[in-house]
């Protein structure tokens, strides 16, 4: 059964660096044919999505100006991970942070694991 | 603001149907696939639809998604109390080369 878990970095402060990582069991980011990515939610609001990866590398990223060229995805198929860095936190980035398996196809979002969430805060 | 649009909330009674629209435009819903997600309270979402009206293993056919120019829609019928979450619709936009989501359509059950 495939399972994904965030790691829980818990509250920063603004002007920080968020780095999360995304631990992938069941199944084997090297070998798999899919895409894998960020996507958040703030409190009461909506889905967000922030970036997409696939195994090779190949990344794309949310071009919105809240999170345009803050954002940066990679993976370690050795540790079977892939991590978020999000730089330059503010109060605005405070959500939960879902990792996901977004599909085959990065233009034909199928998002059909999701990891629990962790939440994140940003408060001086 | 959302790229695809969702009523806030639609509601009735247990066991009757409702549906929801998600209303985009030709750079996503028009030539794109559309999906939906369930979110229970405090839980993750949950993949209901993908590419428009196909349903994964477990959903029972209670849901179904269809779309018809740049509008997509889910459907519950026989709506029960455990229906009672956040829907969202989501696609890839070809404008913006990323996925997108609706606001959110929160579903009450009378």
């Known amino acids: 059964q495939l399972q994904l878990q965030e790691s829980r970095p818990g509250l920063l402060k603004p002007s920080e660096t968020l780095s999360l990582t995304c631990t992938v069991s069941?199944?084997?980011?090297?070998?798999?044919?899919?895409?894998w990515g960020w996507i958040r939610q703030p409190p009461g609001k909506g889905l967000e999505w922030i970036g997409s990866?696939?195994?090779?590398?190949?990344?794309?990223?949310n071009p919105s100006s809240s999170l345009k060229s803050r954002v940066s995805i990679s993976v370690d198929t050795s540790k079977n991970q892939f991590s978020l860095r999000l730089v330059s936190v503010t109060a605005a980035d405070t959500a939960v942070y879902y990792c996901?398996?977004?599909?085959?196809?990065?233009?034909?979002?199928?998002?059909?694991?999701w990891g629990q969430g962790t939440l994140v805060t940003v408060s001086s | 603001q959302s790229v695809l649009t969702q009523p806030p909330s639609v509601s009735a009674a247990p066991g009757q149907k409702v549906t929801i629209s998600c209303s985009g435009g030709s750079s996503n819903i028009g030539n794109n696939y559309v999906s939906w997600y369930q979110q229970l309270p405090g839980t993750a979402p949950k993949l209901l639809i993908y590419?428009?009206?196909k349903r994964p293993s477990g959903i029972p056919d209670r849901f179904s998604g269809s779309k018809s120019g740049t509008s997509a829609t889910l459907g519950i019928t026989g709506l029960q109390t455990g229906d009672e979450a956040d829907y969202y619709c989501g696609t890839w936009d070809s404008s913006l080369s990323a996925v997108v989501f609706g606001g959110g359509t929160k579903v009450t059950v009378l």
């Open positions: 069941g199944a084997s980011l090297y070998s798999s044919s899919n895409y």
């Open positions: 990866i696939y195994h090779s590398g190949s990344t794309y990223y």
């Open positions: 996901a398996r977004l599909g085959i196809a990065a233009r034909r979002p199928k998002i059909d694991y």
């Open positions: 590419e428009n009206n």
